[in-house]
T-cell receptor
Framework: SAVISQKPSRDICQRGTSLTIQCQVD?????MFWYRQQPGQSLTLIAT?????????ESGFVIDKFPISRPNLTFSTLTVSNMSPEDSSIYLC???????????FGPGTRLTVL | GNSVTQMEGPVTLSEEAFLTINCTYT??????LFWYVQYPGEGLQLLLK?????DKGSNKGFEATYRKETTSFHLEKGSVQVSDSAVYFC????????????FGTGTQLKVEL
């Protein structure tokens, strides 16, 4: 299984600012995903990060609010832009290989917006 | 659409008790089914999976059987330990669905001495 790290592990931010979260994998993977887990709730897929092209966003999520980069097969970033307290969540990166059943998750980034 | 329904928690059990966490699903095709576990302060870990009807996934004493006729994937363990205290998520992935996972709302398990 892949080993996934995320930075930062947690942060407290002021409303109106932006935060970039990094996801690093110890091996090349085809697919990388970003999820949001709001307090006490389940995981919601934000987008699929595509290497070399624009991310594919799920309904309700837009690139202006959650810009994503994926410069290579082991790294991706998610930016939470112009934050509000409603953005307070855990943000998780996950990885998978195309056609594989299993996704592996990073430890998450706990974001609090004041 | 596709969805996963889990029993609400928290579920509180004494150590060595029998555990069942119910999970049912709705899907337009034939999904793969998963249980993920999230220990306090950590990310999700894959606990077990089943990819076709009647398959049984098992790991660390946990089991779940893919029941197509009842569209269910209930999680069971014969004797829980305090260290099993966590949130358990049931999830599905459609074949050809771009690896997208659909999660249930999660069930918190508390095991007491």
């Amino acid at each position: 299984s892949a080993v996934i790290s995320q930075k930062p592990s947690r942060d407290i931010c002021q409303r109106g600012t932006s935060l970039t979260i990094q996801c690093q994998v110890d091996s090349q993977v085809t697919m990388m995903f970003w999820y949001r887990q709001q307090p006490g709730q389940s995981l919601t897929l934000i987008a699929t990060a595509n290497q070399g092209s624009e991310a594919t966003y799920e309904s309700g999520f837009v690139i202006d609010k959650f810009p994503i980069s994926r410069p290579n097969l082991t790294f991706s970033t998610l930016t939470v832009s112009n934050m509000s307290p409603e953005d307070s969540s855990i943000y998780l990166c996950s990885v998978s290989d195309r056609g594989a059943d299993t996704q592996y998750f990073g430890p998450g980034t706990r974001l609090t917006v004041l | 659409g596709n969805s996963v329904t889990q029993m609400e928690g928290p579920v509180t059990l004494s150590e060595e008790a029998f555990l069942t966490i119910n999970c049912t699903y709705t899907a337009t095709g034939y999904p793969s089914l998963f249980w993920y576990v999230q220990y306090p302060g950590e990310g999700l870990q894959l606990l077990l999976k089943a990819t076709k009807a009647d398959d049984k996934g098992s790991n660390k004493g946990f089991e779940a059987t893919y029941r197509k006729e009842t569209t269910s994937f209930h999680l069971e363990k014969g004797s829980v330990q305090v260290s099993d205290s966590a949130v358990y998520f049931c999830a599905l992935k459609l074949t050809g669905g771009g690896n997208k996972l659909t999660f249930g709302t999660g069930t918190q398990l508390k095991v007491e001495l």
